[in-house]
């Protein structure tokens, strides 16, 4: 149980057009959901919390006009990369928990590789 | 803030060589601490987790503590595979947070050798 869906697992698109990234949950619903950036050899950063029903909380130095989170149900956020760069590139990792107070872990999706041309 | 933080790799060991990955944290409340796997060009996976001190987390072969006088939660297996090649990243999520948020350590490569 508690699968993770990211489609397209790799997607490359030219620079100035937009990219939109789904995560899913299959089988259980998640009100909050999390979006990460990972650079190449590097760890996680945390890009933003995405939360069913309202506005997404961004974390510091991410710019919300350039990475659009729409999380219209409880099993589904997307990320829309905006006007994308060459900068851009990158993997793209959701995931959601079930919320029980920190004591579940995070289920991953498997991640987009993006990359901008 | 909360922090994690892991040995630097990359960590290179022979087949079925014993493993250590360590690892301590920074946490105000009292947080849940996991171990995750990322194998080449996948997501992650959850390994292993413990949620309160003195809880040992253990599978596939690896174990980790959670102790809470020395704020570690060291990874270990003792006799590593080939097919255990891969990064490894230590993490927390605190209690005290809404929304189980999850903080990384940088990651640790392990690559296993024939």
Redesign the interface.
Known sequence: GAVVSQHPSWVICKSGTSVKIECRSLDFQATTMFWYRQFPKQSLMLMATSNEGSKATYEQGVEKDKFLINHASLTLSTLTVTSAHPEDSSFYICSASVSDGGNSPLHFGNGTRLTVT | GDSVTQMEGPVTLSEEACLTINCTYTATGY??L?W?VQYPG?????LL?A?KADDKGSNKGFEATYRKETTSFHLEKGSVQVSDSAVY?CAL?????S?????????T?LSVIP
């Open positions: 947080p849940s996991f995750y996948e997501g992650l996976q959850l987790k949620t990243f999520s605190d209690r005290g947070t929304y189980d948020k999850v903080i990384f350590g940088p990651g490569s």
